[in-house]
Every structure is written in C-alpha cells, then in structure tokens.
C-alpha cells in the first residue's frame, strides 16, 4: 500500500515537499514515478526515479524546479516542488512499476505502473 502526504496549500513561488511510503512490500527495488491530475485533465507524468541506477527524469514542465529522490526514510520517495505556479494545482500520485528497476521510456505512461496510492491534493493559490 503506498501513501501520499505532504500535500496541502501554497502561494505561487511556494514550495512543498511530498513524500510516498509503502507499507508494504519496499520500493528500494522498483522504478517509482510520481503523477498529477488537475480537474479535466489527464493524468500527467511528473518524474520518475529509477531504483537500477538512481537516474532521475522529470516533464519539461517542471525540469529546474522539481527534484525526485529516495527519503531518508528506508522505503520511501520524495518530491520537491519548488517555484510552484497554478498550474501546479493537482492531485499528486505516486506509483510503483512493480516488474522492473528502470523508468520506462516514457516514464509518464500511466499503464507501466501496477501500483499507485490515493493521492494528496496540492493546491497553488493566492
């Protein structure tokens, strides 16, 4: 079971971290992404993080401002967000591609993860 937290409301320019923990089985060994859905939009890729290597990719919207790690926390992956605008107003996932270390090309095809949490809603907002 993986869970979100982190979440919450932020001016534009803020930043936010989130994190993702699994209470299950580790996710030290997996390619572990995180994605957004906004209102009325598809689900959209953010960055993955690769488990084989430590390589990182990221959407161009967010390359600079965005950084994807492994938490200090044993089983668990961050995202910071940093200079966040509205557009940054989502529901913010993390998902694990259970058969694999790497990060797909592309990463931000939802059909490469076979396991995904509930989600924290950031908001962007003055």
Same mark, same amino acid.
């Given at each position: 079971?993986?869970?979100?937290?982190?979440?919450?409301?932020?001016?534009?320019?803020?930043?936010?971290?989130?994190?993702?923990?699994?209470?299950?089985?580790?996710?030290? /060994?997996?390619?572990?992404?995180?994605?957004?859905?906004?209102?009325?939009?598809?689900?959209?890729?953010?960055?993955?993080?690769?488990?084989?290597?430590?390589?990182?990719? /990221?959407?161009?919207?967010?390359?600079?401002?965005?950084?994807?790690?492994?938490?200090?926390?044993?089983?668990?992956?961050?995202?910071?967000?940093?200079?966040?605008?509205?557009?940054?107003?989502?529901?913010? /996932?993390?998902?694990?591609?259970?058969?694999?270390?790497?990060?797909?090309?592309?990463?931000?095809?939802?059909?490469? /993860?076979?396991?995904?949490?509930?989600?924290?809603?950031?908001?962007?907002?003055?």
């Amino acid at each position: 079971r993986l869970v979100e937290s982190g979440g919450g409301l932020v001016q534009p320019g803020g930043s936010l971290r989130l994190s993702c923990a699994s209470s299950g089985a580790t996710m030290d /060994y997996f390619a572990v992404a995180w994605f957004r859905q906004a209102p009325g939009k598809e689900r959209e890729g953010v960055s993955c993080i690769s488990s084989a290597d430590g390589r990182t990719f /990221y959407a161009d919207s967010v390359k600079g401002r965005f950084t994807i790690s492994r938490g200090d926390a044993k089983n668990t992956v961050t995202l910071e967000m940093n200079s966040l605008t509205p557009e940054g107003t989502a529901v913010y /996932y993390c998902a694990v591609d259970g058969g694999s270390s790497w990060c797909a090309s592309p990463f931000s095809n939802p059909v490469e /993860y076979d396991y995904w949490g509930q989600g924290t809603q950031v908001t962007v907002s003055s």
